[in-house]
């Protein structure tokens, strides 16, 4: 079983900036990761992707603003938020898959909250 540990949510006002971190077992050969993240009554979205090479994609609401990278030798996968707007405030869940293997893993969740 892969779990995964978030780490890095709070409280911020607009124009701040948090750091999320997600670790999986050292183990485990991850393939791509990912951070989403849901909204009180909204639908989960995806947010970023990097892949094991290092390929980004982000959704146009965080672009510029927020930046995932990772680190392969300690299976961690990292988000930068900059700028953060009000409307960033949901819980951010990281996700991985394995080579080889479709299924997705998921972390708890950490609360990132920002005031106006």
């Known amino acids: 079983q892969v779990q995964l540990v978030e780490s890095g949510g709070g409280l911020v006002q607009t124009g701040g900036s948090l750091r999320l971190s997600c670790a999986a077992p050292?183990?485990?050969?991850?393939?791509?990761m990912r951070w989403h993240r849901q909204a009180p009554e909204n639908q989960r979205e995806l947010v970023a992707t990097?892949?094991?090479?290092?390929?980004?994609a982000y959704i146009d609401s965080v672009k510029g603003r927020f930046t995932i990278s990772r680190d392969n030798a300690k299976n961690t996968v990292y988000l930068q938020m900059n700028s953060l707007k009000p409307e960033d405030t949901a819980v951010y869940y990281c996700?991985?898959?394995?080579?080889?293997?479709?299924?997705?893993?998921w972390g708890q969740g950490t609360q990132v909250t920002v005031s106006s």
């Open positions: 996700s991985v898959n394995l080579y080889g293997s479709v299924k997705d893993y």
């Open positions: 050292k183990a485990f050969a991850i393939n791509s």
């Open positions: 990097i892949t094991r090479s290092g390929e980004t």
